[in-house]
């Protein structure tokens, strides 16, 4: 691994004002020095379908594999809907699990942050999620946590971060997923 972490992160909302997207660029913002953060599009990953990936992987599901397998790690910044992780998350998740071996997401350090309007912050989403690492054998940063709820109350209509304490929290959060990825590496964990 160089001495500058290459992170990819994704949010997994498709809306164009979502506070997940908004959350995602303001870590692109406020990451630490020695860290850049690459965002990737969801839209371009189609639902996974076993037909589908037994022709080849469609351009946007093989484009969104290489962004992964070329990170050093991946945040996933997820929102909850019906207290769970939405459809948009989990779709991309299936998808960098396959093949079962050998899949991008194998032994990739992962850290998952999230917003919500309401009080939990995306936290059940978040929870749904880590599960799903224990097959594709992605260790997920445990702690700090970073739930941000009532997001809708922290960031502007542009959607830029406007609350502080949420900001200070992101930093924190960011420095500690720093270290946890170069733990994963000097440990031999990470792909």
């Not at 160089?2 to 809306?15: C, E, K, P, T, V």
């Not at 020095?33 to 589908?52: C, H, N």
């Not at 093989?62 to 019906?82: H, L, S």
């Not at 948009?88 to 079962?100: E, G, I, L």
Request: charged letters at 20%.
């Amino acid at each position: 691994m160089a001495d500058r972490l290459n992170i990819l992160g994704f949010a997994g909302s498709l809306r164009q004002g979502s506070l997940n997207r908004a959350l995602l660029r303001a870590a692109q913002a406020l990451a630490p020095e020695g860290m850049a953060i690459a965002v990737f599009d969801l839209r371009a990953v189609p639902l996974y379908d076993g037909d589908v990936e037994a022709e080849g992987d469609p351009e946007g599901v093989a484009a969104f594999k290489r962004a992964i397998a070329e990170a050093d790690g991946v945040i996933m910044v997820t929102p909850e809907y019906n207290h769970g992780v939405p459809g948009v998350m989990k779709n991309a998740v299936d998808w960098a699990s396959r093949p079962p071996r050998g899949a991008p997401l194998d032994g990739k350090p992962v850290g998952l942050i999230g917003a919500s309007p309401g009080m939990t912050g995306s936290a059940r989403g978040q929870s749904q999620l880590r599960q799903a690492f224990e097959f594709t054998n992605s260790p997920c940063m445990a702690q700090p946590e970073l739930l941000v709820a009532r997001a809708h109350e922290k960031f502007d209509a542009e959607g830029r971060l406007t609350d502080e304490t949420t900001a200070k929290y992101l930093v924190r959060w960011l420095e500690a997923f720093a270290a946890f990825v170069r733990r994963q590496a000097a440990a031999g964990v990470a792909s």
